[in-house]
């Protein structure tokens, strides 16, 4: 199993530039989150799914957007990117939410917005 | 004041010591993870517990609920052990601490 994966690694944006970050899992995961993760800060969730079809926004979802079409994909789009959204985004996927269910996270994508 | 707090923020240590890293927390849980970021930046899962203690190789996770407080210890340190740990609670949504960035020097 390849587990999460993320692209692209890096990516340097010009502000109000658009992407989208691509996050795949291969576990058949139920739910699947995106944070993002600031210098000297804990880690954020921005939206999360419980299944395909099915997302809810997390504790920073403002200027991402999420779609959940597929068990396996969760890709996380920007649409007019601000220099307050450079920061190391994190995909993670799990079998459940609550209780003790273990996050499996991706390699990560830097984003730099200038 | 920050739901999940942990101490220290950084850690320097010689090669071969007893390393401890702390978590408390202010809320209800239902879990409390400890994952380990290395250099690069990838996370990893390292300990998942509810209650007592879990032991994997040398590193060993404890929890007390009623103190709302859990402990992370490395036996003999290594420099490959060089990384941020962090604490994550659970219960209807996930709260991760800042980390505790350990150095251990050889």
């Known amino acids: 199993n390849a587990g999460v994966t993320q692209t692209p690694k890096f990516r340097i944006l010009k502000i109000g530039q658009s992407m989208t970050l691509q996050c795949t899992q291969d576990m058949n995961h139920n739910y699947m989150y995106w944070y993002r993760q600031d210098p000297g800060m804990g880690l954020k969730l921005i939206y999360y799914s419980v299944g395909a079809g099915i997302t809810d926004k997390g504790e920073v979802p403002n200027g991402y957007n999420v779609s959940r079409s597929t068990t396996e994909d969760f890709p996380l789009r920007l649409e007019l990117a601000a220099p307050s959204q450079t920061s190391v985004y994190f995909c993670a996927s799990s079998y459940g939410f609550t209780g003790g269910y273990e996050q499996y996270f991706g390699p990560g994508t830097r984003l730099t917005v200038t | 004041k920050n739901e999940v707090e942990q101490s220290p923020q950084n850690l320097t240590a010689q090669e071969g010591e007893f390393i401890t890293i702390n978590c408390s927390y202010s809320v209800g849980i239902s879990a409390l993870h400890w994952l380990q970021q290395h250099p690069g930046g990838g996370i990893v899962s390292l300990f998942m517990?509810?209650?007592g203690k879990k032991k994997h190789g040398r590193l060993i996770a404890t929890i007390n609920i009623q103190e709302k407080h859990s402990s992370l210890h490395i036996t003999a340190s290594h420099p490959r052990d060089s990384a941020v740990y962090i604490c994550a609670v659970r219960d209807d949504k996930i709260i991760f601490g800042k980390g505790t960035r350990l150095h251990i020097l050889p």
């Open positions: 517990l509810s209650s």
